[in-house]
């Protein structure tokens, strides 16, 4: 059975860590990693429900993994803080 690999940041200390809850964060850490981005636009990319990202991106905001910048729509982009992505590159 293959183990599911999810974004070091998407663990989070306040909230219990459940796998669907872990496979949302990192599917919206992912995308904001490439791109900051709309929560419309993450639900679009991340084939989910609007509430499931918009309360997933409350979490990650409250630890300060993510902020929201502007005025609505809200644009999401990663803050930096948090564990980094281990790279095979030397």
Not at 5 to 25: D, E, F, Q, W
Not at 57 to 64: A, F, N, P
């Amino acid at each position: 059975m293959q183990r599911e690999i999810y974004h070091p940041n998407a663990c989070l200390t306040r909230v219990k860590n459940v796998s669907r809850g872990l496979k949302a964060r990192t599917e919206i850490l992912n995308i904001l990693e490439k791109h900051s981005a709309g929560a419309s636009d993450i639900v679009k990319e991340a084939n989910m429900h609007y509430e499931v990202a918009m309360h997933h991106l409350k979490l990650l905001r409250s630890e300060g993994i993510v902020e929201r910048k502007g005025r609505r729509p809200y644009v999401w982009s990663v803050t930096g803080l948090g564990q980094k992505r281990l790279t095979g590159a030397s």
